[in-house]
């Protein structure tokens, strides 16, 4: 199995890395909105690719304010701390356990250097990417709350530098 990844900075963004990004976005069901514009909100994207076949996804993007609000984590006083979110991570699941979300994480902070991060995820329902982000030093903050996209509970992982 030939694993590749590759990291794309925004100013490298073209049509077709966007369309190949939503379709990865809409496989993962996780994502609402225009599914074709989310790769602009991209500092730096991660593309995997699987015997050369697109098969993973990840991103550093702008971060998602409302998760610091009183009816989500309830920490506002926070928001200001952080600018970017590490998110859109989905590897295909025949694939899962194979450590390409871990290296995909890896791959992105490197890219993204020193700073203040955020992630969100899902707390009981995904316990493979609450350890992923706890390795690279996040922790949960604040108060778990319900996803209207896919009723589970999502919980507000930061990363202080």
């Known amino acids: 199995m030939k694993i590749d990844y590759e990291i794309i900075r925004k100013e490298e963004l073209t049509g077709s890395i966007r369309n190949m990004f939503a379709k990865m976005l809409e496989k993962q069901g996780k994502v609402k909105g225009d599914l074709s514009k989310k790769a ?4 730096f994207l991660c593309i995997v690719k699987i015997n050369d076949k697109i ?10 304010e409302s998760d610091f609000s009183k009816q989500k984590a309830s920490i506002p006083e926070l928001k200001d701390s952080f600018q970017w979110e590490l998110g859109y991570l989905y590897v295909n699941p025949e694939y899962s356990g194979k450590g390409i979300a871990t290296n ?28 992923i982000l706890e390795k690279f030093g996040f922790r949960l903050y604040g108060k778990p709350w319900k996803s209207d996209i896919h009723n589970n509970h999502l919980g507000l992982f930061l990363k202080f530098e």
């Open 104 to 131: 995909i994480v890896r791959l992105l902070i490197e890219s993204y250097g020193k700073g203040n991060l955020m992630a969100s995820t899902e707390i009981s329902a995904n316990p493979a990417m609450v350890k």
């Open 55 to 64: 098969s993973g996804i990840g991103a550093i993007k702008e971060k998602t």
């Open 40 to 43: 602009d909100r991209c500092k």
